[in-house]
């Protein structure tokens, strides 16, 4: 939607509330399925609880771990390690066997920060964030 001063913002649900954010803010992301595929740790990192490196870190993975994927969201991609289902980041591993692409329409839009964004109550940035 495009508020009274020309700003794009976009309607979201956070934690069972009705939000807003800038569109400046985040970018549209869907998930996307392929054939399972084999990655190698580079350096020691983080399975997170959901996609980004601001998400509660579940268990360390450690380098030259293998893991497994089939499922990614932008660069996040999700796998389930030492009994917890979460996210690695792409760029803290290598591939370690050939991977395949294949798109899958959900119908359901996410929408990725690009850094840490505040969330309003209404389309509007003069009024007070929701923190």
Same mark, same amino acid.
């Given at each position: 939607?495009?508020?009274?001063?020309?700003?794009?913002?976009?309607?979201?649900?956070?934690?069972?509330?009705?939000?807003?954010?800038?569109?400046?803010?985040?970018?549209?992301?869907?998930?996307?399925?392929?054939?399972?595929?084999?990655?190698?740790?580079?350096?020691?990192?983080?399975?997170?609880?959901?996609?980004?490196?601001?998400?509660?870190?579940?268990?360390?993975? +450690?380098?030259?771990?293998?893991?497994?994927?089939?499922?990614?969201?932008?660069?996040? *991609?999700?796998?389930?390690?030492?009994?917890?289902?979460? *996210?690695?980041?792409?760029?803290?591993?290598?591939?370690?066997?050939?991977?395949? *692409?294949?798109?899958?329409?959900?119908?359901?839009?996410?929408?990725?920060?690009?850094?840490?964004?505040?969330?309003?109550?209404? +389309?509007?940035?003069?009024?007070?964030?929701?923190?």
């Amino acid at each position: 939607m495009v508020n009274s001063i020309g700003e794009t913002w976009y309607r979201i649900s956070y934690k069972g509330k009705t939000l807003y954010v800038k569109s400046n803010d985040v970018s549209k992301q869907s998930f996307t399925s392929f054939s399972q595929t084999k990655y190698i740790a580079n350096k020691t990192t983080y399975l997170y609880q959901s996609y980004g490196n601001v998400q509660k870190k579940l268990v360390t993975i +450690p380098k030259g771990t293998i893991v497994q994927a089939k499922k990614r969201i932008g660069d996040w *991609y999700s796998i389930s390690y030492k009994g917890k289902t979460g *996210y690695f980041y792409i760029g803290d591993f290598s591939k370690y066997d050939k991977i395949t *692409y294949q798109t899958s329409n959900t119908g359901v839009t996410y929408y990725i920060t690009k850094q840490t964004s505040k969330l309003y109550s209404k +389309p509007d940035t003069k009024r007070l964030g929701h923190n």
